[in-house]
């Protein structure tokens, strides 16, 4: 292959990889913070409600459960190199990536609750 070609296919499907990639570190990221800010106050936040109590359960599955995450970034990535095999439209592409990424907003939001907590 030429090196024009290469780097038009690099161009043409890497931003979604990249796009994907930095949307899960990002997860990874609030994860982490939230985890942190747990453990820095022995789990007692000024205002403990069941919703606390609701998201720092699911945190806690997920840390304990991680290989749930490795699994969904793999499939992740799998349908979306099943859909360049497939020359599927680049509309196609980003419809796929916003129904992968709902999951993981939804939880960056759990996460973000957590980390507004106030800490007495």
Known sequence: M???????IVNH????????????????FAHHIALFKMEICDRQFFYMNSKTINNMALIDLLESH?????????????????LQFRNCPKWSYWILIVELCTPCIIYCSVCAYINGKFIF
């Open 66 to 82: 991680f290989w749930m995450v490795i699994v969904y970034e793999c499939i992740a990535f799998l349908l979306i190199i099943l």
């Open 13 to 28: 499907y890497g931003a979604i990889h990249v796009c994907l990639f930095l949307f899960f570190v990002f997860c990874w």
């Open 2 to 8: 030429k090196v024009r070609k290469i780097l038009k």
